[in-house]
T-cell receptor, first 109, second 113 residues
């Protein structure tokens, strides 16, 4: 089983709609969880950390489910500027970060 | 401005010609790392450094070397590049370790002919 798995998509989302996707991880001892955003051919940038209690930042909500070993990201009221690839990042084995391949989101006018 | 810089941003070279990609951060971060990103494979760690003179292999270290003589710099060295090292390379840094927010450089696109 891969350390971090994401459905690459693309997720085609009408502007204003809500989109959600999950990321599963294999290391039950993982402690740190993040969502990064990556625009085409650019560097990844932190979108948000994911806490056990879940957290929200404006239109973005992240959740952690330790029992089922997945984290989720929900984007409400999608904007055209939300089009990007969203990378799930988890502390993998050897206390190093493991990156998922990303969920590609395309917001359609 | 707090940032991670990489040079060069684009490089075309030939097999076997040694090259160095520089990485520098101005945030006094202890942890630095190198990743490569390939289509369908995502980001994979090449090497990382917990502090000056402390480096360790990541998931795909073969064919690469690094050094950490100063806190701010973490160059990536390809002694004898091969076509399978054609990739997009990112340097990243964080305050202490991999458990924290990673700040990425703008990337270096390398083509080895």
């Amino acid at each position: 089983r891969k350390e971090v798995e994401q459905d690459p998509g693309p997720f085609n989302v009408p502007e204003g709609a809500t989109v959600a996707f999950n990321c599963t991880y294999s290391n039950s001892a993982s402690q740190s969880f993040f969502w990064y955003r990556q625009d085409c051919r650019k560097e990844p940038k932190l979108l948000m950390s994911v806490y056990s209690s879940g957290n929200e930042d404006g239109r973005f909500t992240a959740q952690l489910n330790r029992a089922s070993q997945y984290i989720s990201l929900l984007i409400r009221d999608s904007k055209l500027s939300d089009s990007a690839t969203y990378l799930c990042v988890v502390t993998g084995g050897n206390n190093r970060l493991a990156f998922g391949k990303g969920n590609q989101v395309v917001v359609i006018p | 401005e707090a940032q991670v810089t990489q040079n060069p941003r684009y490089l075309i070279t030939v097999t076997g010609k040694k090259l160095t990609v520089t990485c520098s951060q101005n945030m006094n971060h202890e942890y630095m790392s190198w990743y490569r990103q390939d289509p369908g494979l995502g980001l994979r760690q090449i090497y990382y450094s917990m502090n000056v003179e402390v480096t360790d292999k990541g998931d795909v270290p073969e064919g690469y070397k690094v050094s950490r003589k100063e806190k701010r710099n973490f160059p990536l060295i390809l002694e004898s590049p091969s076509p399978n090292q054609t990739s997009l390379y990112f340097c990243a840094s964080s305050l202490r370790d991999d458990q924290e927010t990673q700040y990425f450089g703008p990337g270096t696109r390398l083509l080895v002919l």
